[in-house]
């Protein structure tokens, strides 16, 4: 067992290495959305200011928009940022997210000519329950290696795919997601990467801000500075697999009750990550300690996360960006071509055996995301969860999680309850329901056989059941806002199927 997980980890370190020398590089880039804001008019604001990217990373959209987009920018490198695939659950290769899914995300790579398909190490749905925005993995050894698992299956089907169309197959890269408010594990978040890549060819995304609410989250910043807290970080994460580099704004929740904590008499503030909004200088700060590490040694490009942001202002963060870090950046992907050849030669790894998770093993995990979901969603007595912990994180912070940030979820984001089913919810007023009392019913029980993952969708269908269950006298009504909601989300998006909202 250990003797083929050293050679499976010589295997997998060298397929990365081949598979990352193919790739170009891309340099400074951004990392968009096609509708919001618009692109086009976002490139033409770019060359007007004689700031043409590097490239551009495209989030998820429509097949057809990716083609129509691939076709206006004929010049421009495109990445693709994929959504929807949930590797990091124990039953991704068999879900519609594992199949369906992947099959999309394959149409869409081939549509862009992408070089690389990345996705969040994140889902939004675990354990039969839906969740509006991303929800980190477990940080566990299990979930590691399951994940490891999940990726090699997503990356057999990338090549299977591009093979079958003649065409280079795109890398599979993994991002560390944020921490909204909480983590939860046994594992060092660098230790988990650090699992997984000694199982799976992939490369890794790091996200500057992400990295920020590691460091928030998981109490660090108690114990502290943020540069020794990076330096440590970055000592064990994989330096050597990430192939982008991310930098997004982030900002505090702005609902009641989310203010900021206090540190030593200074302010630290209860940030999130937020793409629409303005990027901290500290992140830049920091940016430039990961770009120093000698480790770097295969990135190819580094990208400002940018969809939902107004173009004035990506255009004068873009500005700064290039100023202040293009000669930097040209430097360490020019490193990482020369480090990756020499390391090429150095591997010598023709076998090994899988290690997949045993049946038991596969069990356990299926169980703690079960725990993990009672964990964020009710005030149980936490000690159910095990020997699962908030990895350094605060009681206090998770509460934050549960009571704001996921009822704002559920009540008002990607779809305001009030303005979807303004008759039903006049009528549950006056019948004394408040609509938080949706939040427990969302999370009353799982719904594992639900396969398509479309929080709109998702939302429409569970208001229905609640109002209907909660007053009789709004059933007829719910019933008929409901319908009306999913005829005008169908006219919305038809032809061409339904825009995933990035979060
Ligand atoms: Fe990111």
């Given at each position: 067992?250990?003797?083929?997980?050293?050679?499976?980890?010589?295997?997998?370190?060298?397929?990365f290495?081949?598979?990352?020398?193919?790739?170009?590089?891309?340099?400074?880039?951004?990392?968009?959305d096609?509708?919001?804001?618009?692109?086009?008019?976002?490139?033409?604001?770019?060359?007007?200011?004689a700031?043409?990217?590097?490239?551009?990373?495209i989030?998820?959209?429509?097949?057809?928009?990716?083609?129509?987009?691939?076709?206006?920018?004929?010049?421009?490198?495109?990445?693709?940022?994929?959504?929807?695939?949930?590797?990091?659950?124990?039953?991704?290769?068999?879900?519609?997210?594992g199949r369906?899914?992947?099959?999309e995300a394959?149409?869409?790579?081939?549509?862009?000519?992408?070089a690389?398909l990345?996705?969040?190490?994140?889902?939004?749905?675990?354990?039969?329950?839906?969740?509006?925005?991303y929800?980190?993995?477990?940080?566990?050894?299990?979930?590691?290696?399951k994940?490891?698992?999940?990726?090699?299956?997503?990356?057999?089907?990338?090549?299977q795919?591009?093979?079958?169309r003649?065409?280079?197959?795109?890398?599979?890269?993994?991002?560390?997601?944020?921490?909204?408010?909480?983590?939860?594990?046994?594992?060092?978040?660098?230790?988990?990467?650090?699992?997984?890549?000694?199982?799976?060819?992939?490369?890794?995304?790091?996200?500057?801000?992400?990295?920020?609410?590691?460091?928030?989250?998981?109490?660090?910043?108690?114990?502290?500075?943020?540069?020794d807290f990076?330096?440590?970080?970055?000592?064990?994460?994989?330096?050597?697999?990430?192939?982008?580099?991310?930098?997004?704004?982030?900002?505090?929740?702005?609902?009641?009750?989310?203010?900021?904590g206090?540190?030593?008499?200074?302010?630290?503030?209860?940030?999130?990550?937020?793409?629409?909004?303005?990027?901290?200088?500290?992140?830049?700060?920091?940016?430039?300690?990961?770009?120093?590490?000698?480790?770097?040694?295969?990135?190819?490009?580094?990208?400002?996360?940018?969809?939902?942001?107004?173009?004035?202002m990506?255009?004068e963060?873009?500005?700064?960006?290039?100023?202040?870090?293009?000669?930097?950046?040209?430097?360490?992907?020019?490193?990482?071509a020369?480090?990756?050849s020499?390391?090429?030669?150095?591997?010598?790894?023709?076998?090994?055996?899988?290690?997949?998770?045993?049946?038991?093993?596969?069990a356990?995990?299926?169980?703690q995301y079960?725990?993990?979901?009672?964990?964020?969603?009710?005030?149980?007595?936490?000690?159910?969860?095990?020997?699962?912990?908030?990895?350094g994180?605060?009681?206090?912070?998770?509460?934050?999680?549960?009571?704001?940030?996921?009822?704002?979820?559920?009540?008002?984001?990607g779809?305001?309850?009030q303005d979807?089913?303004?008759?039903?919810?006049?009528?549950?007023?006056?019948?004394?329901?408040?609509?938080?009392?949706?939040?427990?019913?969302?999370?009353?029980?799982?719904?594992?056989?639900?396969?398509?993952?479309d929080?709109?969708?998702?939302?429409?269908?569970?208001?229905?059941?609640?109002?209907?269950?909660?007053?009789?006298?709004?059933?007829?009504?719910?019933?008929?806002?409901?319908d009306?909601?999913?005829?005008?989300?169908r006219?919305?998006?038809?032809?061409?199927?339904?825009?995933?909202?990035?979060?």
């Open positions: 067992m250990v003797a083929s997980k050293y050679a499976k980890c010589d295997l997998m370190k060298s397929e290495t081949q598979r990352a020398n193919n790739l170009p590089a891309h340099g400074l880039g951004l990392s968009v096609v509708y919001s804001p618009d692109l086009l008019e976002l490139v033409r604001a770019l060359r007007d200011a700031l043409e990217p590097g490239y551009l990373e989030f998820k959209a429509t097949t057809s928009a990716l083609q129509w987009m691939r076709q206006q920018l004929p010049d421009i490198q495109l990445p693709y940022h994929g959504e929807g695939l949930w590797s990091t659950q124990p039953e991704f290769p068999c879900s519609g997210s369906q899914g992947v099959a394959c149409a869409q790579l081939a549509a862009l000519r992408s690389w990345n996705h969040e190490c994140a889902t939004k749905q675990m354990a039969g329950y839906a969740f509006g925005t929800l980190p993995p477990l940080y566990t050894e299990l979930s590691a290696r994940t490891a698992e999940n990726l090699g299956y997503l990356q057999d089907q990338v090549d795919d591009a093979r079958a003649g065409i280079d197959p795109a890398l599979v890269l993994l991002e560390m997601p944020p921490l909204t408010y909480f983590g939860c594990g046994t594992l060092p978040i660098p230790e988990f990467y650090r699992t997984v890549t000694e199982q799976a060819s992939c490369g890794l995304v790091l996200d500057i801000g992400h990295l920020w609410t590691v460091y928030r989250y998981t109490g660090s910043w108690q114990r502290q500075r943020l540069g990076t330096a440590e970080f970055l000592d064990t994460f994989p330096m050597e697999r990430v192939i982008e580099i991310h930098v997004a704004g982030l900002a505090e929740l702005t609902i009641p009750h989310a203010s900021g206090v540190e030593n008499g200074h302010a630290l503030p209860y940030w999130i990550d937020a793409h629409g909004a303005p990027i901290p200088g500290v992140l830049f700060d920091l940016l430039e300690q990961v770009l120093s590490h000698p480790c770097l040694t295969s990135l190819k490009g580094v990208a400002l996360e940018v969809d939902t942001k107004p173009i004035a990506i255009v963060e873009f500005t700064q960006f290039r100023k202040r870090f293009g000669m930097m950046v040209q430097a360490v992907v020019y490193r990482g020369r480090a990756s020499r390391l090429q030669r150095l591997l010598n790894a023709d076998s090994a055996e899988g290690l997949q998770l045993t049946s038991a093993e596969e356990v995990l299926k169980q079960r725990n993990y979901v009672q964990l964020v969603t009710t005030h149980d007595d936490p000690s159910f969860i095990g020997d699962l912990s908030l990895l994180g605060s009681l206090e912070d998770l509460n934050r999680y549960r009571d704001i940030y996921l009822p704002h979820e559920l009540l008002h984001w779809g305001e309850l979807m089913f303004p008759e039903a919810c006049r009528v549950l007023a006056e019948a004394d329901v408040p609509l938080v009392r949706f939040v427990p019913f969302w999370f009353s029980r799982p719904r594992p056989e639900q396969d398509d993952y929080f709109f969708l998702l939302k429409i269908d569970r208001f229905v059941e609640f109002a209907t269950e909660a007053c009789q006298a709004a059933a007829m009504i719910v019933l008929r806002e409901a009306e909601l999913r005829a005008a989300y006219a919305a998006n038809e032809p061409i199927g339904s825009a995933p909202v990035r979060a």
